[in-house]
């Protein structure tokens, strides 16, 4: 499989990922008000694997300008139908991916990944990418599911086995301590992990790095 098949695989999938329900709403919750406190109205935001755009329609009206971007081009299309119901200055959906963006030193204050990181093909090298593009001292905030801390046989045998199926796309096995690495070998200073889960530990650590 490759970046192409994944953006197939939400694409066929994104009605039925549109028509799902947050399994942690209180989780969900604390990651939208500790982001929003981080934020500030002269921000200029981008967020990574946007999905059907919840959590950008949540954020936008908190910066002066919101960029979400996703692979899947039927994603953005439910995204952009919400927009119109409930437009948002500043807000804009596009189709694309981190290393198709250009590499222009300072076009984001703040970059936000929730559910993301694990998805990517190249860590090392989105990592780099988010890391050039923003500003001096901006910051990168993520909360993605650390496979590494889970039960070995999910990474080991389940998820290959759904990928051969079809019915899982690509996800990269991490913990928390190896992403928290690669982000500092990045240039990235980490500023918080947290634990945003409500009930018990759902390791998907929410944390906030900043550009050195």
Known sequence: MTTASDGRFWSRNAKKYAKGIISDPAGYERTLEQTRRLMKPNHRVLELGCGTGTTALRLAGDARTYDATDISPEMIAIAEDKHMSTPI?????????????PLDDGQADMILGFNYLHLVRDLPGTLEHIHAILAPHGLFISKTPC??????LIGLVLLPMMRAMGKAPHAGVFSAAELAQLMEATGFNILAMENHASR???HRPYIVACKQ
């Open 89 to 101: 200055a500043g807000l804009t959906f596009r189709t694309a991916t981190v290393d198709a963006l």
């Open 147 to 152: 496979l590494g801390n889970m039960n070995s």
């Open 200 to 202: 018990g530990d759902d």
